[in-house]
């Protein structure tokens, strides 16, 4: 059985947000990727097949060599997930806010 993987699931852990971090300044390989982690190759092998499912990362040959590098822009979907809640939460929080208000103004006595 496959397991499908989405952006999400990549950036949920925060050993593979940092090891987009560092591909995002320039291309590694899995061994210049490993050094950075105190977990082992294997461990570090796991997080790049996850991103390369997810198309966050491709690996490309460069003789003997496999260099992972950044493909940022499958981080659309994410920035485009943040800006919808974002517009959500501003539109519940200025409705809380109008309530606040009318309900902290002192009501003036009736004549």
Not at 2 to 8: A, G, H, M, N
Not at 12 to 39: G, H, K, W, Y
């Amino acid at each position: 059985m496959e397991i499908r993987r989405d952006v999400f699931q990549a950036i949920a852990d925060p050993t593979r947000r940092q090891i987009i971090e560092m591909l995002a300044q320039r291309s590694l390989n899995l061994n210049e990727i490993a050094e950075n982690f105190d977990v082992s190759r294997q461990a570090v092998s796991v997080h790049v097949r996850i991103l390369t499912e997810c198309g966050l990362i491709l690996i490309k040959k460069q003789g003997r060599e496999r260099y992972c590098e950044a493909k940022l822009d499958k981080l659309n979907e994410v920035a485009a997930w943040v800006a919808h809640c974002k517009q959500f939460w501003a539109v519940q929080f200025s409705s809380l806010d109008k309530y606040l208000e009318k309900i902290q103004t002192p009501k003036k006595p009736k004549k």
